[in-house]
C-alpha cells in the first residue's frame, strides 16, 4: 500500500520567516495530495491541497508544489506568524478501486514560530 | 449542518471492557474512516467505507470492528480493550468521486486502564 515519509519532524523559525515540510510518497498512482493543520487538542483541518495534473498551487501565504517524477510534494509557508504553529499533515490518497479515496498520512511537522 | 459527530469525546475503560464509537455525518458522503492518533504521532488508518454495506480494513484494524449500515453512520466497536488502544480517535468523511477534502470528527480521547 501508500507510504508517506514526511520531514522535518519539528521545525522552529521566527516570525516572518519562512517555514518549507517535504513529503515523499510510494505509490505512483496517488493522485490528490491535501495538507491539513491540526491545532493543539483539536481537529485536522485541510488548509491545502493539490492534484496530479497540477504542479504548484498558492493559497495567499500557503503554496504546495508537486514533483511526480520524483514523488515528493512541499508546503510552504511564507511570512509566519505566531498562529501558525501547530501539527501539519501530509497525505495521499491512492486511485482506482476500492482504494480510491483512501488517505494515508504523513506522520506530522510540530511548527513552532517564536514571535 | 453538523459536519461530522463523534461520541463520546471522552471515556475511561477499564482492560478487557467493550464500547462503541459512535460517529454521524449529515453531508451524504459516502466515504467514512476511522483514523487512531497516539501522542506526538500521526494519523493510523484503522478502518474505513466506501458505502453503505462495504468496509475494508486500513493499517491497525486488529482489535476493532466497524458496520456501516446507512450512509450517514459509522461506528467503530472495541470488544476487549487493551492499554495499547489509549489514543485519540477521529472519524472522518469525504465525497468519493471528486477525491476531496476529508472532514474530520472532534476526536474522542479514549484511555484504557
Known amino acids: 500500500g501508500e507510504n508517506v515519509e514526511q520531514h522535518p519532524s519539528t521545525l522552529s523559525v521566527q516570525e516572518g520567516d519562512s517555514a518549507v515540510i517535504k513529503c515523499t510518497y510510494s505509490d505512483s498512482a496517488s493522485n490528490y495530495f491535501p495538507w491539513y493543520k491540526q491545532e493543539l487538542g483539536k481537529r485536522p483541518q485541510l488548509i491545502i491541497d493539490i492534484r496530479s495534473n497540477v504542479g504548484e498551487k498558492k493559497d495567499q501565504r500557503i503554496a504546495v508544489t508537486l514533483n511526480k517524477t520524483a514523488k515528493h510534494f512541499s508546503l510552504h509557508i511564507t511570512e509566519t506568524q505566531p498562529e501558525d504553529s501547530a501539527v501539519y499533515f501530509c497525505a495521499a490518497s491512492l486511485a482506482g478501486g476500492t482504494s480510491y479515496g483512501k488517505l494515508t498520512f504523513g506522520q506530522g511537522t510540530i511548527l513552532t514560530v517564536h514571535p | 449542518n453538523a459536519g461530522v459527530t463523534q461520541t463520546p469525546k471522552f471515556r475511561i475503560l477499564k482492560i478487557g471492557q467493550s464500547m462503541t464509537l459512535q460517529c454521524t455525518q449529515d453531508?451524504?458522503?459516502?466515504?467514512m474512516y476511522w483514523y487512531r492518533q497516539d501522542p506526538g504521532m500521526g494519523l493510523k488508518l484503522i478502518y474505513y467505507?466506501?458505502?453503505?454495506?462495504?468496509?475494508d480494513k486500513g493499517e491497525v484494524p486488529n482489535g476493532y470492528n466497524v458496520s456501516r449500515s446507512t450512509t450517514e453512520d459509522f461506528p467503530l466497536r472495541l470488544e476487549l480493550a487493551a492499554p495499547s488502544q489509549t489514543s485519540v480517535y477521529f472519524c472522518a468523511s469525504s465525497y468519493l468521486q471528486m477525491n476531496t477534502e476529508a472532514f474530520f470528527g472532534q476526536g474522542t480521547r479514549l484511555t484504557v486502564v
Open positions: 467505507s466506501v458505502g453503505a454495506g462495504i468496509t
Open positions: 453531508m451524504n458522503h459516502n466515504y
